[in-house]
């Protein structure tokens, strides 16, 4: 198990990382000093979410790396399960945050909040609603 784990947390954590670095160079263009101070407050959640999210996804990896070969490996791939999931979680927030930000900087429309849900529900059934379905309906007991 911990070998597919590390494999999953490879994929969210390289989509984490490109989304993190993206967003520390936001600041430093021209175009924040125009943002609002609703939009800089926006921008300064999505940083901090997508900061949590990157620790959270690295975790496992700093796990690994500090108890190999201490026999702990069940409870190591239990932690980093839980890492994992609490990564993926906050992914999903930063990724929120940051199109809730980037629509509200490109358009003026009053459907950018309703377009953002949609999204955001989409995110919940593909990450969370069809694995859990998956995972009741075919698991044997």
């Known amino acids: ?18 989304l993190f670095g993206f967003l520390l160079t936001v600041v430093f263009t021209p175009r924040y000093l125009e943002l609002t101070d609703v939009d800089r407050g926006i921008y300064i959640v999505t940083v901090v979410l997508g900061a949590c999210a990157t620790g959270a996804l690295i975790g496992p990896v700093s796990l690994h790396r500090l108890v ?46 309703w377009l953002v849900s949609a999204v955001v529900l989409w995110y919940a059934l593909c990450w969370f609603a069809v694995p859990m379905w998956t995972r009741r309906r075919y698991t044997s007991r």
């Open 1 to 18: 198990m911990w070998g597919e784990l590390i494999q999953e947390v490879r994929v969210a954590q390289t989509g984490v990382q490109i």
């Open 68 to 113: 190999a070969g201490r026999r702990v490996k069940p409870q190591a791939v239990q932690w980093a399960s839980r890492m994992t999931f609490v990564g993926l979680v906050l992914l999903l927030a930063t990724m929120t945050a940051a199109l809730l930000l980037i629509l509200r900087v490109a358009t003026d429309g009053g459907f950018v909040p």
